[in-house]
């Protein structure tokens, strides 16, 4: 089953990865930052020896974005942020698990401070999920 886990952040100045430059990160002490930093590391090892990490990404500054919608019966580009949000998708990671259990286990592992993470299952041929 693939899943898609996306990281919304709002990081100011934007940049990557996102946890270094918001507030809530900050605020933690140097010690409790490097262990989370390590844990995450420890996770995608995790997740690559596995398999289960088929691919990921960040995102670059919603500012520099182009939102397409369809007005007057044809397409209209405008300049980003792609939607009025407090927090932009920031980046993404593919995932490729037996359950959705584990899929929510991973998930839980990606979130922290200042970040909220999305797990959404990829849909199938035919609309199924």
């Given amino acids: 089953m693939k899943y898609v886990i996306l990281i919304h952040s709002n990081?100011?100045?934007?940049?990557?990865?996102?946890?270094?430059f918001l507030p809530e990160y900050a605020e933690l002490g140097p010690e409790q930052v490097d262990a989370m930093?390590?844990?995450?590391?420890?996770?995608?090892?995790e997740l690559h020896t596995n398999g289960e990490l088929v691919s990921g990404q960040a995102l670059g500054d919603p500012a520099t974005s182009r939102l397409f919608r369809?007005?007057?019966?044809?397409?209209?580009?405008?300049?980003?942020?792609?939607?009025?949000a407090k927090e932009h998708l920031a980046g993404f990671f593919l995932i490729d698990v037996d359950?959705?259990?584990?899929a929510e286990e991973i998930t839980a592992r990606f979130s922290g401070p200042g970040e909220t993470v999305e797990l959404r299952p990829l849909m199938g041929p035919g609309g199924d999920a």
């Fill in 37 to 45: 930093n390590a844990d995450f590391e420890a996770l995608l090892t």
């Fill in 11 to 20: 990081p100011q100045p934007w940049g990557h990865p996102t946890s270094n």
């Fill in 99 to 102: 359950s959705q259990q584990r």
């Fill in 70 to 84: 369809w007005a007057d019966g044809k397409p209209l580009a405008t300049d980003g942020p792609y939607a009025e």
